[in-house]
């Protein structure tokens, strides 16, 4: 089902592309889980299909059922393998190969980068050369939620198209379309305004873990958890989507803290003192939603996540939440 709040963009890519002014290289810049991915999909289908342009894509004929599968010969997916988190020169340099050959069926070669801000620099410097000197029909589209990590001679060379994130009852109605009946709403508030990425997760497993997370830092802000058993559990299983739930948790005090505060509008010379219940100040939230931030950051790199995890949850043992 196609997504409703994309309607706008794909109105102008269908237009681009009927009056002959598709660009060779578009930049998809999304919301992160708002659909670029499916945008670039959906352009690939387009330039792919067999039907006139107006038409297309029609959804129905060999070349679009082929590109839906990831089978098309003309079209080619470039992501982080394996447990990577980069898109390496490598990859880059095999599909700068296969977009200079001719296309099997005779019309556009396609290749989509996704996500493309997670380029290291010598891919992004590989992508510049095809960029410079691109083959004829050839689209090249890469998707990023983060493009100002992407160097400027590669940022200048793409047309943008902006993908915004989705209203939540857009998002709610394309997940029950979609999807089913299930508790997207509390997906939603888990994993943000991200139809894409909850689409591809279990609304209920997604829930029931997110609970557990609750209960885990509840009881480690009041010194009933075993750090270290704990952080070794979350480790092992659903690491990325538990450390969103103690992104979201910490986000929630910060909020209530900044809410709470008394304001002091005159100098004082001693410290101002803490509202009532207040046992962990903004600085510390912060220090530990920065320390979040960076385990999300660094799945790439070769560390000890259960470790860091223990040192977290420590820390709001510690001083109390």
């Known amino acids: ?59 129905h004929c060999i070349s679009c059922k082929r590109a839906v599968q990831g089978q098309h010969p003309d079209l080619t997916f470039v992501r982080p393998v394996e447990a990577s988190t980069q898109i390496r020169i490598e990859q880059v340099r ?65 047309q943008r198209v902006r993908v915004r994130a989705p209203q939540r009852h857009e998002a709610i109605a394309w997940l029950e379309a979609t999807r089913g009946p299930g508790e997207w709403g509390r997906v939603l508030d888990i994993l943000g305004p991200a139809p894409m990425t909850a689409a591809a997760t279990d609304a209920a497993a997604v829930v029931e873990v997110a609970a557990e997370v609750r209960r885990g830092l509840e009881d480690a802000a009041s010194g009933g958890l075993d750090p270290v058993a704990t952080a070794e559990r979350w480790a092992r299983s659903e690491l990325p989507l538990r450390l969103a739930c103690v992104e979201n948790w910490l986000t929630e005090r910060i909020h209530g803290r900044m809410g709470d505060r008394t304001v002091f509008t005159e100098v004082r010379a001693g410290a101002h003192p803490r509202g009532q219940g207040e046992s962990l100040d903004l600085r510390q939230l912060f220090g530990l939603l920065d320390s979040v931030r960076e385990l999300k950051s660094s799945f790439d790199a070769p560390i000890n996540r259960g470790l860091a995890l223990e040192s977290l949850l420590r820390g709001l043992e510690t001083r109390g939440a």
């Open 94 to 158: 095999e599909l700068g190969a296969e977009l200079a050959l001719t296309a099997h069926q005779g019309g556009y070669k396609v290749g989509i980068l996704s996500p493309a801000d997670s380029m290291n620099r010598f891919a992004a410097n590989a992508l510049l050369k095809t960029l410079e000197e691109p083959p004829q029909k050839t689209l090249l589209i890469l998707v990023a939620s983060q493009p100002s990590r992407l160097p400027a001679t590669i940022l200048s060379r793409c």
């Open 1 to 59: 089902m196609t997504p409703g709040w994309l309607g706008p963009e794909i109105a102008r890519l269908r237009s681009a592309y009927a009056a002959g002014r598709l660009p060779h290289a578009l930049l998809i810049h999304e919301a992160s889980g708002a659909g670029g991915e499916w945008l670039a999909g959906w352009a690939a289908r387009m330039v792919l299909c067999s039907s006139p342009r107006e038409g297309a894509p029609c959804e």
